[in-house]
T-cell receptor, first 113, second 113 residues
């Protein structure tokens, strides 16, 4: 059983398009996150959700919007994609409001052409 | 501003040659220091959490230690399968609610047979 799963694994799209990445966790965790890993492999927090409430909204463009239909899912919607959005996006989850370790999905490699 | 600095950026060892990876951090209100392993094309895999200075944790050939300013990941008699990027991350106290991890840029470790 995959603990944190993301779809799709690869996504190639043109500039200006709108796309979504889905994430699901079956660990029963309270908190879910989206991270971005750039071309230099630097991993940076984008958002976190705790019990369906946005707790952190880092300085990311408002073209990015997380949506959580329930505690087990946190999807990432991206509008008007730009070349600079190309990166690997990781979903993660952790229990107890983020007090312990986070478990990561396999990542979605987004390429904007 | 919170900072996590890992050194060296890359390290090449012979099989069986022990060494240490360094993670120095500057964060107000540390709530945990985390070590992850990341293999190419995969998400970070959790290794250890350390919460207070003087704490040590071990897993197979890996041992993590923590002081008030830095953490070390000691690798004893490494094998080629230990080759990966090792990421250090900190979680800080934010006054309540969930907060994400701040990652270092990682140490790319290669173990040659």
């Amino acid at each position: 059983d995959t603990a944190v799963s993301q779809t799709p694994k690869y996504l190639v799209t043109q500039m200006g398009n709108d796309k979504s990445i889905k994430c699901e966790q079956n660990l029963g965790h309270d908190t879910m996150y989206w991270y971005k890993q750039d071309s230099k492999k630097f991993l940076k927090i984008m958002f976190s959700y705790n019990n369906k409430e946005l707790i952190i909204n880092e300085t990311v463009p408002n073209r990015f919007s997380p949506k959580s239909p329930d505690k087990a899912h946190l999807n990432l919607h991206i509008n008007s994609l730009e070349l600079g959005d190309s990166a690997v996006y990781f979903c993660a989850s952790s229990p107890t409001g983020g007090l312990t370790e986070a478990f990561f999905g396999q990542g979605t490699r987004l390429t904007v052409v | 501003e919170d900072q996590v600095t890992q050194s060296p950026e890359a390290l090449r060892l012979q099989e069986g040659e022990s060494s240490s990876l360094n993670c120095s951090y500057t964060v107000s209100g540390l709530r945990g220091l985390f070590w992850y392993r990341q293999d190419p094309g995969k998400g970070p895999e959790f290794l250890f959490t350390l919460y207070s200075a003087g704490e040590e944790k071990e897993k197979e050939r890996l041992k993590a230690t923590l002081t008030k300013k830095e953490s070390f990941l000691h690798i004893t008699a490494p094998k080629p399968e230990d080759s990966a990027t090792y990421l250090c991350a900190v979680r800080k106290y934010s006054g309540g609610g969930a907060d994400g991890l701040t990652f270092g840029k990682g140490t790319h470790l290669i173990i040659q047979p």
